[in-house]
């Protein structure tokens, strides 16, 4: 069972212990030998899904939007980052370089086509820029990937 990852950066750090929560209490939902995080693993929620999983004892395919994607993360993100992706078993490239909102987007779709399943860290509201987590949503509910949200009750971004 391949599980994609997509959700919001930036949470709050309280916000953060309660979505950390809810994808450990998911991961626990999977047999380990059969579970597979794809991730873009960026800062946040993407991170914490693989993490979560790894813990479990699941396996970890990265997907990565543009060869330039890592530098354009938190510099405190980067020894997460560098620890996950050389955790993968496989890694998915779109082959584009500049790390744009198209490049995520493009990242996000290659995500959805490898997973049987998207769990997406989402407060329900549209995405502020192309590629967001609603963007990410939308296309694999066209694409018919099924879509479990996870957002605590009364949080916000």
């Known amino acids: 069972m391949r599980i994609g990852i997509t959700g919001h950066r930036g949470l709050s750090k309280d916000v953060e212990q309660q979505v ?3 994808l450990d209490e998911a991961v626990r939902g999977f047999d380990a030998t059969d579970l597979t995080a794809v991730s873009c693993i960026a800062d946040g929620p993407d991170s914490w899904f693989a993490e979560a999983v790894l813990k ?3 396996r970890l395919e990265v997907v990565v939007p543009a060869t330039e994607s890592r ?6 993100h980067h020894p997460v980052y560098d620890e996950l992706y050389a955790s993968a078993v496989d890694v998915h490239e779109t082959g584009m370089t500049e790390s744009t909102s198209g490049a995520h987007q493009a990242g996000s779709e290659i995500l959805v086509g490898l997973a049987d399943e998207l769990i997406a860290v989402w407060d329900g509201k549209p995405a502020r820029g192309y590629g ?3 963007d990410v949503v939308a296309y694999a509910e066209r694409t018919g990937v099924p879509v479990t949200v996870l957002w605590p009750e009364g ?3």
């Open 20 to 22: 950390r929560a809810m």
């Open 56 to 58: 479990h004892g699941g």
């Open 71 to 76: 530098e354009t993360l938190p510099e405190r």
């Open 132 to 134: 967001g987590t609603a």
């Open 155 to 157: 949080a916000s971004r």
